[in-house]
């Protein structure tokens, strides 16, 4: 059976390798990569050059960390008559300026083999257009004109780096046909350095676009969301969200291979056992974190029971909430993947399914193995975290893990550094580089590729 989705045709109940997180494979993938790779050649002119005086303020506002903020500051700060519209435009210039200063000052010393691909240059250009632009109201008065042209630029902003990602991919993809690179050897130099540089890459783009949506809803320029203080709920229920995330997944699932598996849910709240668990966090987030994982273990589920559709096993999730964590564990029997694949769920790039496009015309449930990585980002973004257990020919247990208390949500924001710049050239260092300390034991890189 053929059916025609996102734009291309894809052999949607080809038999999958029975035991393994297969994807969807599309008939466009040999054309497609081949036409990439000749794109890869193609040379624009992005400009990232910097004129004397962005250096000078590079070099000023990375001399100050960023200030991570709780969740409960957001909070506070969103309350009616807590602060102005002026406070906040005055605040927000100011912490974006410091976080993309250090933002793109990493990105100047990313490892040269990715460097100098073509999509690279692009999104670091268009972070120094935003970055220039921002310049222009660093010491403007806070008043009614100049706070309008900020709200346009923050919006503006966030459509410009809308592809940041797929575009990083795309730059990632173009430098392993060029070196031959392997990202999925763990001793590998050239991994460790892109996995280093894309998790504080994306990181602080998660926060820049939490800083921006914050004061854009809370001031009454994005139209706001009921019971919530800007894009944070006081009371997020965990179950509603994880049913909604369930839900889309399931519709995704049925419409590539007809049946789904069910969903057994249930809940432990340590501190409140007659309610269900609540905590203050940001929806989107939450949702984002447990629609990729159900994603992943709905596929596993479908390609590891192929020859019983009718009978696939359910998919499990309990959520437990005690005095200062929150886990969401997620079970399915799909299979599981041995060690050393478990190993690197989390690794950008890393897939065992087909390759497919990097265009945006996506298969529903394919990728580029971007889902994990990118949803621990979000955990760990207010000190969580998300972990896997696999078992080899059975399945695999996701845990997700929040803070339960609004104070110890604080934002975990990347620091550049000389610190930064050594790890990013394979040094190993045990300086905390991060506004949160995480304590790591780095071995030396060896090179994992010859030119």
Known sequence: MVIKLGGFVSFLFKRPVAGRRMKLESIAFA?????????????????????????????????ISPSPISMAEFIERGQAG??????????????????????????RQFPKELAEQEEYKRVLSEYLITYTKLLNFENKEANAKNISEAVELLIERKARHKETVPSMASACMAMKYKYGVSLDEEDCALTKSVQYCLDRLYISRISLNMLTNQHLMVHGYKKPIKHQVGVIDPRTNLEEIVRHAYSNARFMCEKCYINAPKLELKTHNLTD????????????????????????????????NWGKLDELPPIKVLICQSDNDITIKISDLGGGVDRASSDKMFKYLYSTSPKV??????????????????????????????????YENHGTD????????????????????????????????????????RSTEEKKMSYCFSK
């Open 357 to 390: 496009s990097l265009t945006k015309e996506s298969v529903p449930l394919s990728g580029l193995g971007y889902g994990l990585p990118l949803a621990r980002l979000y955990a760990r973004y207010f000190q969580g975290d998300i972990k896997a257990a696999s």
């Open 273 to 304: 056992p007659e309610h269900s668990v609540l905590v203050v966090h940001v929806p989107s987030h939450i949702y984002h974190m447990s629609f990729e994982v159900m994603k992943n273990a709905m596929q596993a589920t479908v390609n590891n």
């Open 82 to 107: 807590k602060m102005s519209s002026a406070e906040s435009y005055t605040h927000l210039v100011q912490e974006a300026l410091v976080r993309l200063s250090h933002m793109i000052s990493e990105m």
């Open 398 to 437: 996701i845990y997700i893990y929040l803070r339960a208390l609004a104070k110890e949500s604080v934002e975990q924001l990347p620091i550049w550094s000389d610190t930064a710049s050594s790890k990013i050239s394979a040094t190993s260092s045990d300086i905390s580089d991060w506004t949160s300390h």
């Open 31 to 63: 054309t497609d990569i081949h036409r990439n790779r000749d794109c890869y050649s193609l040379s624009r002119a992005y400009t990232t050059t910097i004129s004397d005086n962005v250096g000078k303020k590079l070099e000023h506002f990375t001399r």
